[in-house]
């Protein structure tokens, strides 16, 4: 590997590590064209910001107020008095308030638009009122009123309305979702540390307050200000989105199919790629896209129809409820591009790289914005309002129709590599397919099933192109831990046909048998990066069948390759449950790494750390009853998860 960090006792791979190492076969054609074509991408973007900047590395630079920038170290605390324990602990929150602000914005958007529907401002259907009467049920919004049931309708808008109390209201209160739905002994365990939350936003809003200049400069207290917004994180924004999508467009189903790069060659549709995070437009395109004027726009056009793909979480979403093809995930979007085969890219919100538009200027790629908070220069603005869907939509279609009409002769260059890949699971349908909590325990407690992981998070050019997450799922596999996944992780884990039952012959036999008997993948997609609330509800549904708690059970939370200030709010939301959190990559999380001993040999290394890095790799078991682990080499992060599981299966005497 070219670049070494001795101080994150890690390396950083340069383009031609990331083309040996990568486990994607289509990454290096891709890389190869684009470069021939004058295109740079993030390969040689990456290679030109290295080294990185170690303070940025650190978390130890404080850009929180107009007197500095300051880097601190214990012996040169900024101007303003702070040392390195306060100044990450700082950056770190603020870095998870934009998550849950990103979450957040997310769950709005969607709780938006279920009212615009209970409102009559948008016609419907809500696909998923099974969903809405569930959380009614938690939340006591009432089913029925003077002995008659409650219409449809009425009933989604209050729980939106309950949800959207959770995620934004401003005065103390309890969070409805979180004590309905809460193991009771967390919501002690989060009483007791005073860290009960009031709602998404307040916590956004008091943890920018609490870091602004000469205020909360005792790290401690910054630190539980943490966990308060990781509660809230989770159950006022990523559940609320995950739940909101369900009511929206109903529960996914499971589907089969291919994915990858290759699938882009299938089909002689008009060819959209939709990307972001919320399929509100992608949902009123496919809708669209079945209308018999719009199939003879695109016949007009010289296509047979409309084929549509998925990247990033909307490519989840696509692929759990409709088996629409995924692609690929952030890293690979302007590959995606670089292939010439999409007409239009249409995209919604977050993780839109601004490095796709020269790449779609030169293959004639029409790319299409629907959200104002997530605008592109030189894109088309269409916006995806309530009441203006399916207008918006067919809009859109026709764009992609022109785009085809103008594209027609352009030179492609798409690797013929594709998966074969299963998807559209839920904690539901995993613990039917076992036959229950109980009989899901039971695999566990006889050691057929090792411990639960989920695979998450992003992709990060740190590492080679979705190696980490592939190597530490396969690892996991042969040592029997029963794996879900979401986000950019599962698009990883799809392209290497570890979703596929073929791939079941990695894993433990015990595992393989039991995922055999159940029909279940080895690994198991459930989503979008929202969508980890199906995980977490799975793995309160066994600690409720075991009758302990989330942080008794051999489960950990893997981020093997973060990207996204959103992967270290979900791992601190997963944390503050009282799940072991391993992160792939030393990100300015605090935790303790290693240093090269000044004068020694290259080998030669000793621990650093600073209070923070103490509090959250091991004074956090004391409080929430986890930790926060780091390690970058995936076959040693599955060695250190595995290790954790037995102690735990130790002590649980299993
Ligand atoms: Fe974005 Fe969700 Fe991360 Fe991928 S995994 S880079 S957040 S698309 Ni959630």
Redesign the pocket.
Known sequence: MRYRYPKLNTEMPDRADVLRLTPSAALPPLAEHMASCNLPSYLDRSDAQQRLCSWGLDGTCCRRCLWGPCRVTDSNPGICGAGPAQVVMGNHLRMVAAAAA?HGSHARARLEAILAITEGREAGPLRGMDRARWLAERVDVPLSSGGAERSDLDVARDVALVLYDDLSKARPGPMRLLHACAPPERVETWRELDVLPTSTMAEVFESLHRTTLGTDSDWRNTALQELRLAVAFFWGAVAPASFASEILYGRPSPTSGEVGFGMLARGSGVKLAVH??LPVAAEALLAAAEEPEMLAEAEAAGADGFDFYGI??SG?ELLARHGVPSVT???GQEFALATGALDALVVDL??VLPAIMPVAREKGTIVVTTHDSNRLEGAVHMPAEPGTLPQAARKILGLACDAHRRRVGTVTCVPSVTAPARGGFDDETILEAFGGAGELLALLRRGDITGLATL????TPKVPFERSNVVLAKELLRRGVLITT??????ALLDAGLTADAARELCAPRLRAALERAGLPPVIPVG???DNTRTMFLWLRLAEAAGTSLSALPLFYVGAE??????LG?GMAFLAHGVNVLSGFPIPVPVPSAEQVPGGAADDMRRVANPVADFFSGETVSIVGARIMVEPAPELAAGAIHMDFRRKRWALGW
């Open positions: 990103a972001g995070h990033c979480c989840q995930g952030i890293l977050q993780c998450v998070s992003c992709n979401t986000g950019c992780a599962a698009h979008a990066c929202v973060p990207g996204n200030e959103k992967a979900m």
